[in-house]
Nanobody
């Protein structure tokens, strides 16, 4: 399995931007699609976005389209989530995940991901 570590979260004001990073510990990172999920206080885990192994295919939850951009740099074993125009409702713990298998498609459900990071907290103040 892939070990993942997120970073880049923090306290920011509404309207600002953040770039979250997800570093994988294994060189086989490129074999796995990866995704981002978030969990806000008192709410269930929510799918944000996912990206294919090569980075050529992406998928976003409808509510995330526009302000969120997922990307990856396989040479650095790193995935990214760019969040622009942050809103207070974006406040949540953000988790990156690697797919449980080398899917050729872009997975979007929690059960399709086998490795999870510990999360990075994003707090947006107004």
């Amino acid at each position: 399995q892939v070990h993942l570590v997120e970073s880049g979260g923090g306290l920011v004001q509404a309207g600002g931007s953040l770039r979250l990073s997800c570093v994988a510990s294994r060189r086989t990172f490129s074999d796995y699609a990866m995704g981002w999920f978030r969990q806000a206080p008192g709410k269930e885990r929510e799918f944000v976005a996912a990206i294919s192994r090569s980075g050529g295919g992406t998928y976003y939850a409808d509510s995330m389209k526009g302000r969120f951009t997922i990307s990856r740099d396989n040479a650095k074993n790193t995935g990214y989530l760019q969040i622009n125009f942050l809103k207070p409702e974006d406040t949540a713990a953000y988790y990156c995940a690697a797919a449980g298998s080398n899917y050729y498609y872009v997975p979007t459900t929690s059960t399709e991901f086998g490795s999870w990071g510990q999360g990075t907290q994003v707090t947006v103040s107004s």
